[in-house]
């Protein structure tokens, strides 16, 4: 297909009408989205109480094509009766993630079991208590629990609470696979694992960094934001071994000027060799000081480790420097007497920086070159990880995570008179071992696809076929379905964000609270995520009479998500105004995160400084090639909504893009089938895509199917997966 010159556009414009015309019309599409409900895809700047497509500020339109997609799933019909008498889980795993989405909303619970091969649907009261025996009859920690970061916090402290309150701490939210490098290089830094700002500090920056990230096509709303910061005189340089055609011009479909004549949004644009990221900003940060251009007075009263820091960069030559990064030093001084010039500058990064084996180490290095200059701790300036699902935030928050933060486990135990579990949880590449090794036995997915977010695609299915019960909350059907399949498998059909029956709250990737209404069901049949995990918890408390701490909550009453709300107004420190927000709809920021004072929550109250040794350069032998993961314009995470890759101009899902000179090197043509060898697996009939804008050496392969190839290297801090820099090689065939 044709590549497009622009991002956004008329393009969007038309696809808004498509979308309009699938579930519709155009009034009912715009009540459905003008609906005072959180925007279900990301995190930034996304609607709430304020009403649909409005921001926190308050700022209308803000709407993107991840918003109309999302919500045109959602408005689908139902999936038909004869789907599962017609399509075997055989069947349904040649189907594309684009078919299965595309199926319809699940409307009733269906049960898998390896015996019969397929889905048969049955009803509410016998899925659950087919669930509920599984849970009641295993030791606790022979299960585990997944949170995807579309569900409501409610949703996410209620099940993490059934979970521990069973006894596990083998909880996980799906940042372990994408942003929890972030979270933890963060914490090691500034001591929050959150954003530094607040959205309206972007209106005052006049420099962003935008690092290993393609917000065009996965955070358009951003997109509007760089424009104005170009607008106002500012800079956008872009740190990208992939040249995104968004990043480079986009046409912001809401502002006249730009629709039509379009905005140019990178000043600079610098391509490093996938895994190059922390050689290049340990190289930005090095000029920065040759420059003179450090913060000294900041750094003495308010950092520690400068002297370290310093040290290390004036250590590390120039030559290494270049060489592991990929980048001309004379690129890398433009970018450092940029940043030299700016006055409020804004770092921000996607999961280019933290699907690496030294992911934390990427993030801390970005906090370096963000400290050195005082641009942490003060307004219009500050670190801004980008984050994808729209309350993966929250449900961390919320106590989705392994370890319970002490103030949470010490108000949980006093508050409710129970005794925790305090055997260590397992993370999520650590619950896929112990279920290949027998040692889990169940697991439940509050939304998401876990098979599809797991790296080494092959021993994902293992880990999961080798588990007695698998339990899917889910509105659509995904991957997952199909080849996560446990002995026997149940998938609870749960009500969209916007058809809740009562109000639920999200957190933007800004810290800030946002309500959602809720409203009428569409269909008959799925139930809210919070009556659903109530009711389960219910029958296993029944079950489980002898256990104390299950019969501390009154759990029917939990069905009304303002008694979560309550609770967790009590519990979680920072969310004390959400006990009764759904009678105040007052949304609010959670203090103690954003800093526009040098006054960080460590224990001397400095930011820490992190010196590093930069790591080897992987796929430098001869046949090899760096390979990076990536999204199309058309999908969402592992929800994939259109087949074809409109900004990039390729047609088809199976690919690999590959430079010109690479091609050549290896013996290859444009449109040739290859066989692609990575460190999990193979993936045959893939096409070679001959591709101007890669930087030589690397190579691109859409996620979710190139998992197949992704080993299980993970990065030792965070354990977030390496999904970038997978090294491979190519056969005929």
């Given at each position: 297909m044709r590549k497009v010159k622009t991002g956004g556009g008329w393009p969007a414009v038309w696809y808004t009408w498509r979308k309009a015309r699938e579930v519709g019309g155009?009034?009912?599409?715009?009540?459905?989205?003008?609906?005072?409900?959180?925007?279900?895809?990301?995190?930034?700047?996304?609607?709430?109480?304020?009403?649909?497509?409005?921001?926190?500020?308050?700022?209308?339109?803000?709407?993107?094509?991840?918003?109309?997609?999302?919500m045109a799933a959602d408005m689908q019909g139902a999936v038909k009766p004869e789907f599962w008498g017609r399509f075997a889980a055989r069947e349904m795993r040649a189907m594309s993630p684009r078919e299965l989405e595309h199926s319809g909303r699940l409307v009733e619970p269906v049960l898998f079991t390896a015996e019969s091969g397929r889905y048969a649907p049955l009803g509410w009261d016998e899925a659950l208590d087919r669930v509920a025996d599984t849970l009641a009859s295993l030791p606790a920690d022979e299960t585990f629990w997944y949170f995807s970061g579309r569900s409501s916090n409610e949703a996410g402290f209620l099940l993490q609470l059934f979970a521990r309150l069973l006894g596990t701490n083998n909880v996980n939210n799906c940042s372990y696979y994408c942003h929890q490098a972030s979270g933890v290089g963060l914490t090691s830094a500034t001591g929050s694992g959150t954003a530094t700002i607040t959205l309206e500090d972007l209106d005052t920056a006049d420099l962003v960094f935008v690092i290993g990230g393609n917000p065009a096509s996965?955070?358009?709303?951003?997109?509007?934001?760089?424009?104005?910061?170009?607008?106002?005189?500012?800079q956008v340089i872009v740190v990208n071994p992939l040249v995104e055609t968004g990043l480079v011009n986009f046409s912001v479909p809401s502002d006249p000027w730009s629709l039509v004549f379009g905005s140019k949004i990178a000043s600079?644009?610098?391509?490093?060799?996938?895994?190059?990221?922390?050689?290049?900003?340990?190289?930005?940060?090095?000029?920065?000081?040759?420059?003179g251009a450090q913060d000294?007075?900041?750094?003495?009263?308010?950092?520690?480790?400068?002297?370290?820091?310093?040290?290390?960069?004036?250590?590390?030559?120039?030559?290494?420097?270049?060489?592991?990064?990929?980048?001309?030093?004379?690129?890398?001084?433009?970018?450092?007497?940029?940043?030299?010039?700016?006055?409020?500058?804004?770092?921000?990064?996607?999961?280019?920086?933290?699907?690496?084996?030294?992911?934390?180490?990427?993030?801390?290095?970005?906090?370096?070159?963000a400290l050195v200059r005082g641009m942490v701790g003060r307004p219009g300036a500050g670190l801004m990880p980008i984050r994808g699902h729209s309350n993966v935030q929250g449900i961390g928050s919320m106590g989705v995570t392994p370890l319970l933060r002490q103030a949470v486990f010490d108000r949980l135990q006093s508050h409710l008179g129970v005794t925790l579990p305090t055997t260590p949880g397992l993370d999520t590449m650590a619950c896929m071992d112990a279920a290949i090794a027998g040692r889990v036995r169940a697991g439940l997915c509050l939304g998401g696809n876990l098979y599809g977010s797991n790296p080494d695609a092959a021993y994902a299915r293992r880990a999961l076929e080798n588990l007695d019960q698998i339990t899917y909350l889910s509105t659509t059907l995904n991957t997952g379905h199909a080849h996560g399949l446990a002995r026997e498998t149940v998938i609870l059909p749960v009500l969209a964000r916007d058809e809740e029956p009562h109000p639920t709250t999200q957190e933007s990737m800004f810290n800030y609270v946002r309500v959602s209404d809720g409203g009428p069901r569409r269909l008959a049949g799925p139930r809210s995520e919070v009556e659903v995990i109530a009711d389960l918890a219910a029958r296993v408390a029944t079950r489980q009479a002898a256990n104390k701490n299950l019969a501390a909550v009154d759990w029917p009453a939990m069905r009304d998500t303002g008694k979560v709300q309550a609770a967790i107004g009590k519990i979680v420190p920072g969310f004390e105004s959400l006990a009764d927000i759904a009678q105040t709809k007052q949304e609010f920021q959670i203090p103690g995160r954003t800093f526009h004072t040098p006054k960080f929550p460590?224990?001397?109250?400095?930011?820490?400084?992190?010196?590093?040794?930069?790591?080897?350069?992987?796929?430098?032998?001869?046949?090899?090639?760096?390979?990076?993961t990536i999204r199309s314009e058309g999908q969402f995470n592992t929800v994939v909504y259109e087949d074809h890759d409109l900004y990039r101009g390729v047609d088809g899902r199976r690919v690999i893009l590959i430079a010109p000179d690479d091609l050549r090197r290896l013996g290859y043509s444009a449109g040739d089938q290859v066989t692609v060898h990575g460190?999990?697996?193979?993936?045959?009939?893939?096409?070679?895509?001959?591709?101007?804008?890669?930087?030589?050496?690397?190579?691109?392969?859409?996620?979710?199917?190139?998992?197949?190839?992704?080993?299980?290297?993970?990065?030792?801090?965070?354990?977030?997966?390496?999904?970038?820099?997978?090294?491979?090689?190519?056969s005929r065939g």
């Open positions: 155009i009034r009912k599409l715009w009540k459905a989205m003008r609906a005072r409900n959180a925007c279900k895809t990301c995190a930034l700047g996304m609607g709430g109480q304020k009403g649909g497509m409005v921001n926190e500020q308050g700022a209308f339109p803000e709407v993107c094509k991840k918003s109309l997609q999302a996965n955070h358009p709303r951003l997109m509007r934001t760089l424009m104005q910061v170009r607008r106002r005189g500012g600079q644009y610098v391509q490093p060799h996938i895994g190059g990221d922390l050689a290049l900003l340990t190289g930005v940060a090095k000029r920065v000081v040759e420059l000294e007075a900041f750094l003495a009263a308010h950092t520690s480790g400068w002297p370290e820091l310093r040290a290390s960069l004036e250590a590390t030559p120039w030559e290494e420097i270049t060489a592991k990064s990929g980048v001309p030093k004379e690129q890398l001084d433009q970018a450092a007497q940029a940043y030299a010039a700016s006055k409020r500058a804004v770092f921000s990064w996607t999961m280019g920086i933290t699907h690496h084996a030294h992911g934390v180490l990427n993030v801390q290095a970005i906090a370096n070159l460590t224990p001397d109250g400095r930011a820490r400084l992190h010196p590093h040794t930069l790591p080897e350069l992987k796929g430098q032998a001869p046949g090899e090639l760096r390979v990076m460190p999990a697996g193979k993936m045959d009939l893939v096409t070679a895509i001959e591709f101007q804008q890669l930087r030589p050496g690397n190579a691109a392969m859409y996620y979710p199917e190139a998992n197949v190839l992704v080993g299980r290297e993970v990065d030792p801090q965070s354990r977030t997966p390496a999904f970038k820099g997978v090294v491979v090689t190519l």
